[in-house]
């Protein structure tokens, strides 16, 4: 009741299909007690006294009945079709938007198999039960109430002997439901990690294939989907269990009617008319009861749908605005960034930054450099508010970035990561994903200085080109200059250029920078870079080590003392050592320039 409960928000708004299709069932339910007593009528009054003329009326009443009966049961149909439809829509738009709203750290340990199957599976079984389920039980509760009154005012000995086995049965439903719940729970779950398994794979088919892992990933989908076929079976086991038991003890009941009844007439203290009506009518007892496991069953999976996707709605929002958020945007917004002695750890892990001081005047470029593990990325997630940063403060032009509304925070930040994201679109739309109201021409001119427009228009569309789940069919270098576009086209206050050029040879790195200098101009801008050649130009390189910053400076002040910097330089450009304390680019510079 509780999951009935705490879903009202999404039915009720549709009650009129609600109380539409109840009424109608309702309706359909009453009219079909009208055949007990039209028996007894044409046994009674028609037959017994041989008032034949009577007979073609009686027929010509059965057929509207059954008629208007139908009629109800159509719009019951009609009706419930329509809740379920319009509040499983509710819902699933609902959990869309409860998805949007959810922080990093939630995706951090979510699986993507396991959302799918609360959007699809368990919305199904809601449906079923709102749009149906709901009504029926109802039904059931009316049929009872009703017949059994018709019964007591027929007989009302007659009724309570034949109905002395419904406590039983209702005892045994009762414990039906408990055995069968948690069935239905570790089902859903089963279900979840089955199809967690198939989407997993497929994603990654890739690297499966690569590593000839095909025979693996068939026997992990085998204990998965074995796992569910037990809890099916075990269900199924539970179903059979209580099945017959409960058929059987309804069956008692007319049993005991046809004894009882039987000899009530014999007696003459029950008409024959009477007798065939309480034995068409016990069916209205029996026969709900009879679906009552179905209806339990029903009920179950709802309930257990029902808690997976409450408890989706229900997660913890980490990151969210608080009361009289800052909005912020490109008018307003400076871009002076400031970390003010952060300290940041993910849950149960230790400091991924430590003690952190970066100023980051407007229109400065900051360099972060450092072994994979360091926390440059870290940095980057806590600028975008990805995560609350605990200890220390982050401010954007002076004011402290949880004070300011994620999502205006957000649009002010253009982020190129290492790994690029493409929808199944157009080139043209994955371009201009996160702008509104762009022009071609302004598609083209960020495509020409990401590099990537030559490319393009060799493609037999062009900008036109649908580009697969993951961008499929592009090289990463080619996904990566689409996404440095879709980035340029944001006009950022702040660029984050997250290891973007890491998939370009050297030579297109090159040409690409010369694009970002003219973009970078006016904009804050930080560059994670593994190369130092992408991060000379800094106006400050800070360097780290475990979290911690271990140096920093401008590229001149770093390669002129000892440390990590100048080891990573001398690596990278061993071909070409440093000559008077100037460092290969600047003596090919110079001496490009006395020429
Ligand atoms: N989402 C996360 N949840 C938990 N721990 C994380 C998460 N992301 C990063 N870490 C941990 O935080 C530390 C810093 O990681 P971070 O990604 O910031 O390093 P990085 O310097 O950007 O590395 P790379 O150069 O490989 O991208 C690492 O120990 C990493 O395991």
New binding site residues.
Partial sequence: MDVLRQLKAFYWAERKFLFSSIFCLMCATALGLVYPNLLRYLIDDVITPRKFELVPTLAFTVVGVVSFKGFMQFLHGFFGGRLGNKVAFRMRNGLYDKLQTLSFQYY?KAKTGDLMSRLTADLEAIRNFIGFGFAQILNMVLMIVFGGAMMLSIHWQLTLITLVTIPLLAFTAVRFEKNIHPAFREMRQAMSNLTTAVQENITGVRTVKSFARESHEVSKFSVRSEAYQTNQVGAAKIWAKYFPVMELVANLSAVILLVTGGILVINKSLQLGEFVAFFSLIWYIIGPMWGLGFHINNYTQFKASGERVLGLLNEHVHVKNIEDAIEVNNETSKGHVRFDHVTFN?PD?SP?VTDLVIDAPEGSVIGLL?A???????IIQLLMRAYNVKKGTITLDGIDIRNLDVASLRRLIAPVFQETFLFSASIRDNIAYGVRDVTPEQIEYAAKLSNAHDFIMELPLGYDTIVGERGMGLSGGQKQRIAIARALIKNPRILILDDATSAVDMETEHEIQAGFKELMAGRTTFIIAHRISSLRHADEIIVLDKGHVVQRGTHAQLIAQRGPYRDTYNIQYADHPLVDGLDAEDANDRKGSTV
């Fill in positions: 951090d993910y892990k991924a450092g994979t593990g360091s926390g440059k990325s870290t």
